[in-house]
């Protein structure tokens, strides 16, 4: 029987999917076997796929991938320029940095780009708020200003439960969100926090050497009681900038409207007469920091973009090699 199904754990060569609140595993088809392990065809975290069920299989077999509304992708291991997707299907990426700490801004920055890219949007979540006072999360704020044009900024504390009703307007039955943040911010705590309790699932899970025992498997996909879905995936924690000039854009706003006011249409605001972004480093209205950030992003997408155009002229040889080689026979 085939039937769309949710991703909600990928180990392996093994997937967790779900269809409504059943739960079962399974496999890749044979038609996925010319893809590269890493590719971003295969499927990933959050994909909705075909499965084919038959009745006395334990396991289900993925016959089809369908069209990703969002993703993130990394750089696959080995391999410098082929994309691998961590995560898809994502309406809101809460990015998440904890106030007790020293916040990067420069890395939040880095994150809301990623979001952006990716194609969700991006929402801040300062955790931990039960460790600082209210002037320090006001600093925070301030120091964030920059950064966040047009994006919220919620600050939470699990400890407490103050704040977290704030995302219910980005937690809303069938969206998905997704977190991203460094080790030790609060991401499980909030998961945990957002379950309220155990989130009953008719699982049944069987290993392969099957004897009907029902076994717990991680998840990375979880089904919050409102009907939410939140992701927690390992390899978000990876991530590298992959493409997006529109993505950069979009983070650097300030950046870009300043750059329409410059004298000279392809001015690159180092010593041009004329220069609105400079104008505005010297009245302090911009960040030097925050400009220095934008040419360090751009000239490392440049130089992606640089690595891919090669890439795609070797495939485009080999292209070519190849069909002269048939046309020869
Ligand atoms: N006081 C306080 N502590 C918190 C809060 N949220 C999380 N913590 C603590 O922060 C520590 C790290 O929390 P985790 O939820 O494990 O962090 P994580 O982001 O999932 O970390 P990784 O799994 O390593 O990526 C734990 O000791 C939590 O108890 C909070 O709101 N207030
Ligand atoms: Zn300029």
Not at 194 to 216: F, K, Y
């Amino acid at each position: 029987m085939e039937q769309v199904a949710r991703v909600m754990a990928v180990q392996k060569n093994s997937f967790i999917l779900a269809d409504g609140n059943m739960e079962f595993m399974a496999t890749l088809s044979g038609r996925f076997m010319n893809e590269v392990q890493s590719s971003s065809a295969i499927p990933a975290v959050g994909d909705w796929v075909v499965a084919n069920k038959l009745i006395d299989e334990k396991k289900a077999i993925i016959t089809d991938l369908l069209p990703r509304k969002s993703q993130f992708t990394r750089q696959a291991a080995g391999n410098k320029t082929q994309a691998q997707v961590v995560a898809a299907n994502m309406d809101i990426v809460f990015i998440v940095s904890s106030l007790n700490h020293d916040m990067n801004v420069r890395r939040i920055e880095r994150y809301i780009l990623a979001a952006y890219e990716s194609g969700a949007m991006p929402v801040v979540l300062l955790t931990k708020s039960d460790l600082v006072s209210q002037e320090e999360i006001d600093a925070t704020r301030s120091e964030l200003e920059e950064v966040v044009i047009g994006i919220p900024v919620i600050a939470i504390s699990c400890a407490t439960s103050s704040g977290l009703d704030q995302l219910a307007p980005y937690l809303r039955p069938g969206k998905t969100a997704v977190l991203l943040g460094s080790s030790g911010v609060g991401k499980s705590t909030l998961i945990n926090a957002l379950m309220e309790e155990e989130v009953q699932i008719t699982a049944l899970i069987r290993d392969a050497d099957s004897r009907g025992r029902h076994t717990t498997t991680h998840r990375e996909l979880f089904l919050l009681p409102n009907g939410a879905l939140l992701m927690d995936t390992p390899g978000m924690r990876e991530l590298q900038l992959w493409e997006g000039d529109s993505a950069i854009d979009a983070t650097f706003q300030d950046i870009e409207a300043l750059a329409g006011g410059c004298r000279f249409r392809d001015c690159q605001h180092q010593h041009e007469p004329g220069c609105s972004v400079r104008e505005a480093i010297d009245s302090g209205e911009l960040s030097e920091e925050r400009l220095q950030s934008y040419f360090k992003l751009q000239r490392e997408l440049a130089f992606e973009k640089r690595k891919q155009d090669q890439q795609a002229r070797i495939a485009e040889k080999n292209k070519w090699k190849k069909i002269t080689k048939m046309h020869r026979r």
